[in-house]
């Protein structure tokens, strides 16, 4: 079975990051989706659904310090619900996501471009490069996943 959840979207608020008594940091955020469709009278229409985000320990801190309101960010996790009393004693059900992936998909302000986190791109596939390239050769020889050019499985 799966529970996976894939999200990207803007938050709607800083994360608020505390820590437990044992020392655990755990932050929550909101984060909104939006999905554009025509309606029957053929005008653009935006469906907003807000999701409520839960990250622990090392996702917790990572957040403080990469994620504000209104970036856009990428989260994966699983989906889960629970039940808490409100002030006034009255039992309620909430949904959420716990994250245990964590983007932002923002613009490095300080480095001129790119994103604000490790996000894998095509420079960073050890088999999208020439296969004669210094760079693909010195990979070769410190990855062992990467096989030798002349080791294909075709």
Known sequence: MINKVTLVGNLGRDPEIRTLENGTKVGTF???TNENYRDKNDTWQTLTEWHNIVVWRHLAEKAE???KKGGLAFIEGKITHRKYQDKEGHERTISEIVANTLYSLEKRE???GGFSTSFPGVEDDPFNKPINS???????STNQDVP??????F
Do not use: I, Y
Request: hydrophobic share 30%; charged share 25%; aromatic share 0%.
């Open 110 to 112: 300080n480095k001129g």
């Open 65 to 67: 310090r990469e994620l």
């Open 30 to 32: 909101t984060l909104a």
């Open 134 to 140: 210094p760079s693909s050769t010195a990979a070769q």
């Open 148 to 153: 030798p050019a002349d080791d294909l499985p």
